[in-house]
T-cell receptor
Framework: EADIYQTPRYLVIGTGKKITLECSQT?????MYWYQQDPGMELHLIHY???????EKGDLSSESTVSRIRTEHFPLTLESARPSHTSQYLC???????????????FGPGTRLTVL | AQKVTQAQTEISVVEKEDVTLDCVYE???????LFWYKQPPSGELVFLIR??????QNEISGRYSWNFQKSTSSFNFTITASQVVDSAVYFC????????????FGTGTSLTVIP
């Protein structure tokens, strides 16, 4: 069973607010990811990290930023939320060892963000 | 270009029918991995299976089976005797050695099993 947590699960917020979506995993995984997903649609990678102090942008351009100060923690921040940011945000992690790119990603429950 | 194509957007079947979800992938790597995930209405993605490019042996797990064919670049997923609990969105994904552990997801197939 995956041990990856996201808070909050649901967030409704007004335009212009700064928000941070939390993601934590207790599996000691080096690699962590943030995906954006509109309801019933495909997942788009927006950020990833291969370890502490390592962050990269994904394929989908995003106005959000991330940080990786601790292995277990990978928060995502929106400095000024807009209605176009309304979506589901999924956090995932995977091991570096073993099969490397063959390692499955474990997903958190997601945060459903609504910006009014 | 889309690396993973799931041409079936939505499928509805009556309970106990068999259903096959299609997945076609595109890669130039000789070493790659394919995955299937299930996303129930709760939203969390659940890992179902991984297959590497050197193992074309089909796999069966209970009512689930997977057919990997490199010749047609396909990795199809069959549910036998479907149940209402199988209703979910199913995603196929590709991971290439040259891009580390970055996953390329298909657009998903929404399966509805009607009681």
């Amino acid at each position: 069973e995956a041990d990856i947590y996201q808070t909050p699960r649901y967030l409704v917020i007004g335009t212009g607010k700064k928000i941070t979506l939390e993601c934590s995993q207790t599996m000691g995984h080096d690699k962590m990811y943030w995906y954006q997903q509109d309801p019933g649609m495909e997942l788009h990678l927006i950020h990833y990290s291969y370890g502490v102090n390592s962050t990269e942008k994904g394929d989908l351009s995003s106005e959000s930023t991330v940080s990786r100060i601790r292995t277990e923690h990978f928060p995502l921040t929106l400095e000024s939320a807009r209605p176009s940011h309304t979506s589901q945000y999924l956090c995932a992690s995977s091991e570096s060892l073993g099969q490397g790119p063959g390692n499955e990603q474990f997903f958190g429950p997601g945060t459903r963000l609504t910006v009014l | 270009a889309q690396k993973v194509t799931q041409a079936q957007t939505e499928i509805s079947v009556v309970e106990k029918e068999d259903v096959t979800l299609d997945c076609v992938y595109e890669t130039r790597d000789t070493t790659y991995y394919l995955f299937w995930y299930k996303q129930p209405p709760s939203g969390e993605l659940v890992f179902l299976i991984r297959r590497n490019s050197f193992d074309e042996q089909n796999e069966i797990s209970g009512r689930y089976s997977w057919n990997f064919q490199k010749s047609t670049s396909s990795f199809n997923f069959t549910i036998t005797a479907s149940q209402v609990v199988d209703s979910a969105v199913y995603f196929c994904a590709l991971s290439e050695v040259n891009t580390g552990n970055q996953f390329y997801f298909g657009t998903g197939t929404s399966l509805t099993v009607i009681p």
